[in-house]
């Protein structure tokens, strides 16, 4: 501990990282913050799941919220919606279910362009069976 106290502090500019002071580069400090393109994809999926959610119906919505954004047991879901707790049950199937199926309507648009633009570059996947013997 002593020693310690007796060693004086070493006080280094930011702007002089490596003790230079005649070759001075500035400290780049990457940004935190998301870039444009990631809040636009996470504002644009929480638009989409928004629509797919309204979608549902009000009892599947209501057990969908209870159980899955506020996080509550199924007992105390059913208990608050007055219902059983295979009724419940019942309800987060069907909701999942048609979540998943609304989810890929909005998915699948993306994916046909995808795959459309894939096949003009040339369908490489059977290209063996295009091959002629060759009798060398």
Not at 27 to 46: G, I, K
Not at 67 to 90: F, W
Not at 118 to 135: A, E, F
Request: charged share 35%.
């Amino acid at each position: 501990m002593f020693l310690r106290r007796s060693r004086g502090l070493r006080e280094v500019r930011i702007d002089d990282l490596n003790g230079n002071e005649e070759i001075t580069t500035p400290l780049e400090v990457r940004d935190a913050s998301p870039d444009p393109e990631a809040m636009y994809s996470q504002r644009e999926q929480t638009e989409m799941l928004s629509a797919a959610i309204n979608k549902l119906s009000p009892g599947i919505r209501t057990a969908m919220r209870l159980r899955e954004l506020d996080e509550r047991s199924s007992d105390e879901a059913a208990r608050i919606m007055g219902i059983s707790i295979s009724a419940l049950k019942g309800r987060m199937f069907h909701g999942r279910r048609k979540l998943r199926e609304t989810l890929k309507q909005f998915a699948e648009p993306s994916w046909k362009s995808i795959k459309k633009s894939s096949r003009t570059g040339g369908d490489t996947t059977h290209s063996s069976q295009d091959r002629i013997p060759c009798n060398a």
